[in-house]
């Protein structure tokens, strides 16, 4: 299975800091990564797909690069509502659906 | 609105069998595969499996291939996940997502908790 391992695992930051996620897949994925928030007692939300590209609805503070094996999920100015725990996801058609362990992003 | 709307929480014990269902609403329910995700308390999201509601077509994860069975019935819509024997370790939230690029929506998750 391909493994996903995001950093770091906690990040602590202040209200309209600008903040990166990196994940890192054991072998190339291509693009084949979503990026999800997941809030406590709520089902995760898809933010980015397919690398880079912007669920509908998602503000565009949030921004995702990367192929291959490295990318990050951006957060251009911190907002009260994003602090969470995020998760990256490879969705390869060869290879078990795998996330990462993901980070939770923390009030400074 | 494309929504999955999950079935409500189970409390068993162990040896018990159990199904949980998830129900899609506002889209065509056999073009999208269903996933089913779960989360143990405090954890994070470990991919079970998904089915193909056109034909039932199955993928497991290894860790949860022989565990536990997905299953859908495409003239009402839903998607099953059961087991034959709970344990305790199967204590956990669990959710079904459309699966696409990326997996949304999701639905609110089903928590099951496997007690003596």
């Known amino acids: 299975d391909i493994q996903m391992t995001q950093s770091p695992s906690t990040l602590s930051a202040s209200v309209g800091d600008r903040v990166t996620i990196t994940c890192r897949a054991s072998q190339s994925i291509s693009s084949w990564l979503a990026w999800y928030q997941q809030k406590p007692g709520r089902a995760p939300k898809l933010l980015i797909y397919?690398?880079?590209s912007l669920q509908s609805g998602v503000p565009s503070r949030f921004s995702g690069s990367g192929s291959g094996t490295e990318f990050t999920l951006t957060i251009s100015s911190l907002q009260p509502d994003d602090f969470a725990t995020y998760y990256c996801?490879?969705?390869?058609?060869?290879?078990?659906?795998?996330f990462g362990q993901g980070t939770k992003l923390e009030i400074k | 609105e494309v929504q999955l709307v999950q079935s409500g929480a189970e409390v068993k014990k162990p040896g018990e069998s159990l199904r949980i269902s998830c129900k899609g609403s506002g889209y065509s329910f056999t073009s999208y595969w269903i996933s089913w995700v779960r989360q143990m308390p405090g954890k994070g999201l470990e991919w079970m499996g998904r089915i193909d509601p056109s034909d039932s077509y199955t993928n497991y994860s290894p860790s949860f291939q022989g565990h536990v069975t997905i299953s859908t019935d495409k003239s009402i819509s839903t998607a099953y996940l059961q087991w034959s024997s709970l344990k305790a370790s199967d204590t956990a939230m669990y959710y079904c997502?459309?699966?696409?690029?990326?997996?949304?929506?999701w639905g609110q998750g089903t928590l099951v908790t496997v007690s003596s």
């Open positions: 397919k690398a880079s």
């Open positions: 996801q490879q969705y390869t058609s060869y290879s078990p659906y795998t």
């Open positions: 997502a459309r699966t696409s690029t990326g997996f949304d929506p």
